[in-house]
Nanobody, 125 residues
Framework: QVQLVESGGGSVQAGGSLRLSCVGS????????MAWFRQAPGKEREGVAG???????TVDDSVKGRFTISKDNIKNTLYLQMNSLKPEDTAMYYC???????????????????WGQGTQVTVSS
C-alpha cells in the first residue's frame, strides 16, 4: 500500500525559506511521477511543482525561480525547497504520486492516485 508522509511545514516571515519533505513507502519513487500541490482556505487545490520518473521537472509560474522540486529515489523522498516565501504561499501543502504518469499532466490534481495528509505552511508579512 502506497503511503506518503509530508513534513517540514511551519511559520516563517516573508522572504524566508522552508524545505518540505515527503517520505514514501509501498512503492519505488524511481518509477513514479510525483508532485507538490497546495490548497489555501476557500481555494481549489493547485499544482506547484512536479517531477517525472526520469527527473524532468515542471514548476508553476507562480513559484518559478523560488521553489525547486527534487527527488531522492534511494530514500524514496520528495523535496520542495521554497525560498523567498510570500504571504500568498500560505497553504496546506500536499505531495502526490502516480505510477501511470503523463508528463503533460504533472500539475493536474486529477492525475494523481496517491496523496499525503499535508503539511501547513504559513508566511507572515
Amino acid at each position: 500500500q502506497v503511503q506518503l508522509v509530508e513534513s517540514g511545514g511551519g511559520s516563517v516571515q516573508a522572504g524566508g525559506s522552508l524545505r518540505l519533505s515527503c517520505v514514501g513507502s509501498g512503492y519505488s519513487a524511481s518509477s513514479y511521477c510525483m508532485a507538490w500541490f497546495r490548497q489555501a482556505p476557500g481555494k481549489e487545490r493547485e499544482g506547484v511543482a512536479g517531477i517525472t520518473s526520469d527527473l524532468t521537472t515542471t514548476v508553476d509560474d507562480s513559484v518559478k525561480g523560488r521553489f525547486t522540486i527534487s527527488k531522492d529515489n534511494i530514500k524514496n523522498t520528495l523535496y520542495l525547497q521554497m525560498n523567498s516565501l510570500k504571504p500568498e504561499d500560505t497553504a496546506m501543502y500536499y505531495c502526490a504520486a502516480e505510477f501511470h504518469c503523463l508528463s503533460f499532466r504533472l500539475l493536474i490534481t486529477a492525475h494523481y492516485t496517491y496523496w499525503g495528509q499535508g503539511t501547513q505552511v504559513t508566511v507572515s508579512s
